[in-house]
T-cell receptor, first 114, second 115 residues
Framework: DTGVSQDPRHKITKRGQNVTFRCDPI?????LYWYRQTLGQGPEFLTY????????KSRLLSDRFSAERPKGSFSTLEIQRTEQGDSAMYLC????????????FGSGTRLTVV | GENVEQHPSTLSVQEGDSAVIKCTYS??????FPWYKQELGKGPQLIID?????GEKKDQRIAVTLNKTAKHFSLHITETQPEDSAVYFC??????????????FGGGTRLMVKP
């Protein structure tokens, strides 16, 4: 297994455009998380899936954000009508409920809104 | 939700010295405290974690201590090496007893180990 994969690694978009990021978790992990990290800060929780069910969302996940995890495998995070404040690193992590609480993070997608 | 404060924000040590990073948390019901290491261009990597039923845990040169009464926990790195240079984050449960183990992270400590 190659770990958690995120695509793309970098995305530059114009304000107002929609963007979509993809995360492929470790195959046997049933938990999947999205976090946002701005420069010089720690990651901030956005949303959590157990299998295909989205069980938690933070207040940071405004109505312009939507996340899915069809069939409990890969996940997508879409941002509509991007704003400059959306510029950040978007991190995906996965874990297995049966083997402890430690996450494996992907390398992230860096979004720049110009 | 949980509030996690981390100090110092930057730490510079000589190779071979020890480094200590401290975090405080606000919710006494929190029961899980991981530490992550993040290198440039990479996602955070779990290096050690501790549960509230123990006071200390060690893994080779790395140790974590927990003081539940004072609501703080610390990362100790002994015999530091240049490859320890990175940003370190502490974390605590976003909400205590949350079944999904969502986390609130501290602001990070940039550790620089000088050869």
């Amino acid at each position: 297994d190659t770990g958690v994969s995120q695509d793309p690694r970098h995305k530059i978009t114009k304000r107002g455009q929609n963007v979509t990021f993809r995360c492929d978790p470790i195959s046997e992990h049933n938990r999947l998380y999205w976090y946002r990290q701005t420069l010089g800060q720690g990651p901030e929780f956005l949303t959590y899936f157990q299998n295909e069910a989205q069980l938690e969302k933070s207040r940071l996940l405004s109505d312009r954000f939507s996340a899915e995890r069809p069939k409990g495998s890969f996940s997508t995070l879409e941002i509509q009508r991007t704003e400059q404040g959306d510029s950040a690193m978007y991190l995906c992590a996965s874990s297995s409920a049966g083997t402890g609480d430690g996450y494996t993070f992907g390398s992230g997608t860096r979004l720049t809104v110009v | 939700g949980e509030n996690v404060e981390q100090h110092p924000s930057t730490l510079s040590v000589q190779e071979g010295d020890s480094a200590v990073i401290k975090c405080t948390y606000s919710d006494s019901a929190s029961n899980y405290f991981p530490w992550y290491k993040q290198e440039l261009g990479k996602g955070p990597q779990l290096i050690i974690d501790i549960r509230s039923n123990v006071g200390e845990k060690k893994d080779q040169r790395i140790a974590v201590t927990l003081n539940k009464t004072a609501k703080h926990f610390s990362l100790h790195i002994t015999e530091t090496q240049p490859e320890d240079s990175a940003v370190y984050f502490c974390a605590a449960p976003w909400r205590p007893y949350n079944a999904g183990n969502m986390l609130t992270f501290g602001g990070g400590t940039r550790l620089m180990v000088k050869p």
